[in-house]
């Protein structure tokens, strides 16, 4: 089945440590994206990326980090410089040229500052 | 950077009821799409509808993008459309999507 995985499901983080969030899809789309949801909110967006070796800041790229070496994988690094990094993070992928144009979401992973 | 306003932004409603939720966009935007959200997490992309109107079984959706609003439309509520739904739309030559707020959707058996 075609799809994003997002792993872990759940993540716990001690002040001071970088965290990576692993984000893998085969869509085959060239557009992924990360997103932060907190509780009660929309979605805010960190990076993107529209192609291999390239990404772009989203709206609140401070203190993540992320890379594209492969077409399927997005991972996304949160650092020590993220003050509070405990939300809820969606990858997503975008179909531009199919059938079923638009976003498509991983179940995403939860990150709690411990 | 645009705004996105939805309302209202909590619907409580019993099984059977129908709802219309509504999104105003605070500039001209392309690419909008409407999004549920289960009480897992999980988005679903329910409507690419950057014009017109589509249907999808008991789901319309309706946008004006000359009046930069959109409308879904639910029917025959059933409590697993309970969920938070969200419209996001990009402005022209953008490419990342904006997110409105969200409505909470509540369906009561």
């Known amino acids: 089945d075609g799809g994003i995985t997002q792993s872990p499901k759940y993540l716990f983080r001690k002040e001071g440590q970088n965290v990576t969030l692993s984000c893998e899809q085969n869509?085959?789309?060239?557009?992924m994206y990360w997103y932060r949801q907190d509780p009660g909110q929309g979605l805010r967006l960190i990076y993107y990326?529209?192609?291999?070796?390239?990404?772009q800041k989203g709206d609140i790229a401070e203190g993540y980090s992320v890379s594209r070496e492969k077409k399927e994988s997005f991972p996304l690094t949160v650092t020590s410089a993220q003050k509070n990094p405990t939300a809820f993070y969606l990858c997503?992928?975008?179909?531009?040229?199919?059938?079923?144009?638009?976003?498509?979401f991983g179940s995403g992973t939860r990150l709690t500052v411990v | 950077g645009i705004q996105v306003e939805q309302s209202p932004p909590d619907l409580i409603l019993q099984e059977g009821a129908n709802s219309t939720l509504r999104c105003n966009f605070s500039?001209?935007?392309?690419?909008l799409q409407w999004f549920h959200q289960n009480p897992w997490g999980q988005l679903i992309n329910l409507f690419y509808?950057?014009?017109g109107t589509k249907q999808n079984g008991r789901l319309s959706a309706t946008t004006v993008a000359t009046e930069r609003y959109s409308l879904l439309y639910i029917s025959s509520s059933q409590t697993t459309d309970s969920g938070v739904y969200f419209c996001?739309?990009?402005?022209?030559?953008?490419?990342?999507?904006?997110f409105g707020q969200g409505t909470r959707l509540t369906i009561n058996p």
């Open positions: 997503a992928t975008e179909d531009r040229l199919g059938a079923n144009y638009g976003y498509t």
């Open positions: 869509l085959n789309h060239d557009a």
């Open positions: 990326s529209q192609i291999v070796n390239d990404f």
């Open positions: 500039d001209s935007v392309n690419n």
């Open positions: 509808i950057p014009s």
């Open positions: 996001a739309g990009s402005i022209q030559g953008a490419q990342k999507l904006v």
